[in-house]
């Protein structure tokens, strides 16, 4: 009697840190991200402290991507989701069919993230910018604006768990030290092209090429994952051959083919840049903006 009634209290303590331990997992916070770069800069900020998922399958296309019904179970289950803006309207859509009550993040609507666009690429201003869908999506290739957008970032992770918000904000503040020094490395890797003609496939680039001085003369496919009509494409080749560009640039995610054909009629060379990443070689977010300059170094030369 003496010895069960020694070890029904060692048992009874196994279970109840067992269930703590449970209880203590459970409390992370998930995190549902839609598209690659991003996910990975928030999966940075996150650490240890919480799980952050990834909508956009790798490979995939968010001007074409089709979510399925599984995919409305996985954000009914998130205490947060980050979006671009715009670009990622199917992820708000998820959100609002599943009916949860995760905080959502949009980029876009954040006012700091808004007025540095306005402050470093006026010239790219849209005529409505009241809309926060009004400016170009493609923010999160342009590392700067990115480095601003880490504290928003931050706090709404800290919103869903108050108890981690010091190391959320410690890591977004050395995300953003390394992302303004990547700036300074990607200036430096393209000034031999400063200036040059720049063709890529879709507009995903116009901040990337205002921050490190390319001359974007046209996009290939007007609307991503639409073939241009004939009468565009006749168009950006007259553009292509007065400009005097040397390379054009397809995509990953989408159909080159487009690109392929223009590359052959102007004569140049085609190269294919990636916006989105996620693959070997380009898998976090600093290794796809290296790998994307190493491309366009090459191609512009």
Same mark, same amino acid.
């Given at each position: 009697?003496?010895?069960?009634?020694? =070890?029904?209290?060692?048992?009874?303590?196994?279970?109840? +840190?067992?269930?703590?331990? +449970?209880?203590?997992a459970?409390?992370?916070?998930?995190?549902?991200?839609?598209?690659?770069?991003?996910? %990975?800069?928030v999966?940075?900020? =996150?650490?240890?402290?919480? &799980?952050?998922?990834?909508?956009l399958?790798?490979?995939?296309?968010?001007?074409?991507? &089709?979510?399925?019904?599984?995919?409305?179970?996985?954000v009914?289950?998130?205490d947060?989701?980050?979006?671009v803006?715009?670009?990622d309207?199917?992820?708000?859509?998820?959100l609002?069919?599943a009916?949860?009550?995760?905080?959502?993040?949009?980029?876009?609507?954040v006012?700091?993230?808004?007025?540095?666009? *306005?402050?470093?690429?006026?010239? +790219?201003?849209?005529?409505?910018?009241?809309?926060?869908?009004?400016?170009?999506a493609? =923010?999160?290739?342009d590392?700067r604006?990115?480095?601003?957008? +880490?504290?928003a970032?931050? *706090?709404?992770?800290?919103?869903?768990?108050?108890?981690?918000?010091?190391?959320?904000?410690?890591?977004?503040e050395?995300?953003?030290?390394?992302?303004?020094?990547?700036?300074? *490395?990607?200036?430096a890797?393209?000034?031999?092209v400063?200036g040059?003609?720049?063709?890529?496939?879709?507009?995903?680039?116009?901040?990337f090429?205002?921050?490190?001085?390319l001359?974007?003369?046209?996009?290939?496919?007007?609307?991503?994952g639409?073939?241009?009509?004939?009468? #565009?494409?006749?168009?950006?080749?007259?553009l292509?051959? %007065?400009?005097g560009?040397?390379?054009?640039?397809?995509?990953?995610?989408?159909?080159?083919?487009?690109? *392929?054909?223009?590359?052959?009629?102007?004569?140049?060379?085609?190269?294919?840049?990636d916006?989105?990443?996620?693959?070997a070689?380009?898998?976090? #977010?600093?290794?796809?903006l290296?790998?994307?300059?190493?491309v366009?170094l090459?191609?512009?030369?």
């Amino acid at each position: 009697m003496r010895t069960r009634s020694r =070890v029904f209290p060692v048992r009874l303590l196994l279970a109840s +840190l067992a269930l703590a331990s +449970l209880a203590s997992a459970s409390a992370r916070p998930t995190v549902v991200v839609s598209i690659h770069p991003l996910y %990975d800069l928030v999966r940075q900020v =996150v650490g240890e402290a919480g &799980d952050v998922q990834r909508m956009l399958p790798i490979g995939a296309s968010p001007h074409v991507f &089709d979510p399925t019904p599984r995919d409305v179970a996985r954000v009914a289950d998130a205490d947060l989701v980050v979006t671009v803006g715009a670009i990622d309207a199917w992820l708000r859509d998820l959100l609002e069919a599943a009916g949860g009550g995760a905080v959502r993040l949009e980029l876009l609507a954040v006012e700091v993230v808004r007025a540095a666009l *306005e402050a470093d690429f006026p010239d +790219l201003k849209p005529a409505d910018a009241r809309s926060v869908l009004a400016w170009n999506a493609h =923010v999160w290739l342009d590392p700067r604006t990115m480095a601003v957008a +880490l504290p928003a970032i931050a *706090e709404a992770l800290a919103a869903v768990d108050p108890a981690n918000a010091a190391g959320y904000a410690a890591r977004a503040e050395a995300l953003a030290i390394d992302l303004r020094a990547l700036d300074a *490395e990607l200036a430096a890797t393209l000034a031999p092209v400063r200036g040059a003609p720049f063709v890529p496939f879709h507009d995903a680039w116009p901040y990337f090429a205002a921050r490190y001085g390319l001359d974007l003369v046209v996009e290939i496919e007007p609307f991503p994952g639409r073939e241009p009509s004939p009468a #565009y494409l006749a168009m950006a080749l007259g553009l292509i051959r %007065d400009s005097g560009a040397a390379a054009l640039f397809s995509e990953a995610q989408l159909n080159r083919r487009p690109a *392929e054909v223009v590359a052959d009629e102007a004569g140049v060379a085609l190269f294919e840049l990636d916006p989105i990443g996620g693959v070997a070689g380009r898998e976090g #977010y600093q290794e796809l903006l290296r790998w994307n300059a190493a491309v366009l170094l090459e191609g512009l030369r």
